[in-house]
């Protein structure tokens, strides 16, 4: 008995083992299996570059967001600044000064090791003036270099000529070059890297296979093996493609699918409330622009431009072409950015009468139902958009038949997107064009490059020698005093005055504020959408996709 029981005792604990070793063993699987699958989705646009100092449009934002590697990372949930490559850091009491201790043991995704060498080679050439850089404007407080001191190869100290007002929260846009590395920027210390680019088609991103992170379990993050990137600018395209399940989200959807989505598969839609991008239009002020003199002169008057703004109907943009999933728009601030918004702001009203008396005062007048400037020039303007925006095109439309109550005939032009980047940045052959602002930060310091009178995002007159209009000279003094402050009362009095400023004289005749919309397919995993960009891909690292074989896309 004793031995027979010993011999059971012996297979119970052999079973116990096979049992454990099971466990462990799948979980070993699991954990393998969820650090599989490829994400899919759309990019609007192709990108413009892969340099992440020198990111201005979306699509190459969003590559940026996955492949680059920052210091410091506000949670787009949380909206609390977290550490990431730098595990501790400090500002000075001044704000002139920020120092970091950074993560030791960390590579490049081609195994060059990460130093304090490449937190210094990136802020000298992010600062560099002959580089332009939009993600640099945002530390340009004053006149001055910046100096970077290297304590040891794991820390490192960052000190501007003038104070930067919230500084730390402005590396997390900042992506970590490497000083060494032969593959420059395609180097990267992010979760993924860029593997493939086909322009006009594919952009193909890999795991970073030396990413330092891994997850609470201590499996290595990303979960996804790659992310798949297909440029395409048709929103019906793209819809078409998610019902499909060839697409496995869409960051930024359209109040018409989306309210179509929510009637068939309500689980796959999401609306986070108003958000804090805009759509928005706004005239040609380039005095080099190949237009005639006297349309300059009707562009350059703030005039005409607030006249051309309350014409407009923004309660029939947001409940006509956005289906009510949007609000008038008060400013260059959303509502939903609550400490920086200027309560004090209200949505302009359509005023039609109202606007052409202030034209007449001008000396416009109407002539058999057509308006005419003071010397007889009928007012005829085009507005260019991009193809394959649906909400744009008839946001044009809509604004069309708005001004042609007032007596201005509008052509609406819709152009490819890089054809539109060149007319708006390189020829300057235009002379107005609607689009939208996506605001990836809720800091006034993120808009420096949209602001100062000597950027590329300047769009009405950008890069600008000197200020060439008072009101203009008074922006960057502001957008420089609020910058430069620690006070935070003192920088919302300045920042909430260039808001009333941007009201006043309308360089951007600010439209609506769309809400945060988007759809994410049932197989992805981790996914929770929010109002910051991106959206549904903020936590991209720790999304994994189910491999789940369906016969009909949702809604079907």
Request: with cysteine.
């Amino acid at each position: 008995m004793i031995r027979r029981q010993g011999r059971l005792a012996g297979m119970e604990t052999s079973c116990r083992k096979v049992i454990v070793v099971s466990i462990v063993c799948l979980g070993i699987l699991a954990g393998s299996a969820l650090a599989q699958g490829e994400l899919r989705f759309c990019l609007r646009s192709e990108p413009k570059t892969f340099d992440p100092l020198k990111v201005e449009d979306d699509a190459s934002a969003a590559i940026r967001y996955l492949a680059g590697g920052v210091l410091l990372r506000m949670n787009r949930q949380t909206q609390a600044l977290e550490p990431e490559l730098a595990e501790s850091w400090k500002v000075s009491k001044d704000g002139k000064q920020i120092t970091f201790k950074l993560r030791t043991g960390i590579s490049f995704s081609d195994g060059t090791p990460f130093s304090a060498e490449d937190v210094a080679y990136t802020v000298q050439q992010l600062m560099d003036p002959a580089l332009h850089s939009p993600t640099g404007d945002a530390f340009r407080s004053g006149p001055g270099s910046v100096e970077t001191k290297i304590i040891s190869p794991g820390q490192i100290s960052i000190t501007f000529p003038s104070p930067v007002a919230g500084l730390d929260r402005q590396f997390d846009q900042v992506a970590i070059l490497s000083a060494h590395s032969a593959k420059k920027e395609m180097a990267v210390l992010g979760p993924f890297m860029v593997a493939d680019y086909k322009p006009g088609s594919t952009v193909l991103l890999k795991r970073n296979p030396n990413y330092w992170k891994s997850d609470a379990q201590g499996r290595k993050l990303p979960y996804l093996d790659s992310i798949r990137l297909d440029i395409q600018p048709n929103r019906d395209v793209e819809m078409l493609r998610f019902k499909r399940n060839e697409i496995d989200l869409i960051n930024s959807l359209d109040s018409e699918y989306f309210d179509k989505l929510a009637a068939t598969s309500p689980q796959l839609v999401h609306d986070a409330g108003p958000s804090l991008d805009s759509e928005q239009m706004w005239f040609n002020e380039v005095a080099k622009a190949p237009l005639p003199d006297y349309k300059k002169k009707w562009f350059r008057s703030a005039t005409f431009r607030r006249a051309i703004s309350g014409a407009i109907n923004r309660e029939d943009l947001s409940r006509v072409v956005f289906r009510g999933h949007a609000q008038p728009a008060v400013g260059p601030v959303s509502p939903a950015n609550k400490f920086w918004f200027n309560s004090k702001l209200k949505a302009e009203g359509h005023s039609p009468d109202a606007a052409l008396r202030a034209l007449q005062g001008e000396g416009f007048h109407l002539e058999n139902g057509a308006l005419k400037d003071l010397e007889g020039n009928p007012v005829v303007f085009s507005i260019i958009t991009n193809s394959g925006n649906k909400y744009r095109e008839r946001m044009a439309t809509m604004i069309q038949e708005d001004l042609q109550k007032i007596g201005i005939h509008v052509n609406v032009v819709t152009l490819d997107f890089p054809s539109l980047i060149e007319r708006m940045t390189q020829t300057f052959d235009y002379e107005a064009i609607l689009l939208g602002l996506t605001n990836v930060g809720l800091d006034p310091n993120e808009q420096m490059n949209v602001w100062l009178s000597s950027s590329e995002n300047h769009q009405w007159n950008p890069q600008e020698k000197a200020p060439e209009t008072a009101w203009e000279a008074e922006i960057d003094k502001l957008m420089r005093a609020q910058a430069s402050s620690a006070d935070s009362k003192k920088r919302k009095e300045s920042f909430d005055r260039v808001q009333e400023i941007a009201v006043e004289q309308a360089p951007f005749i600010y439209l609506v504020n769309r809400n945060a919309l988007s759809a994410v397919a049932a197989t992805v995993q981790g996914s929770s959408p929010v109002i910051l960009a991106p959206q549904t891909y903020w936590n991209v690292e720790r999304l994994s996709v189910r491999d789940v074989k369906v016969a009909s896309g949702p809604g079907y």
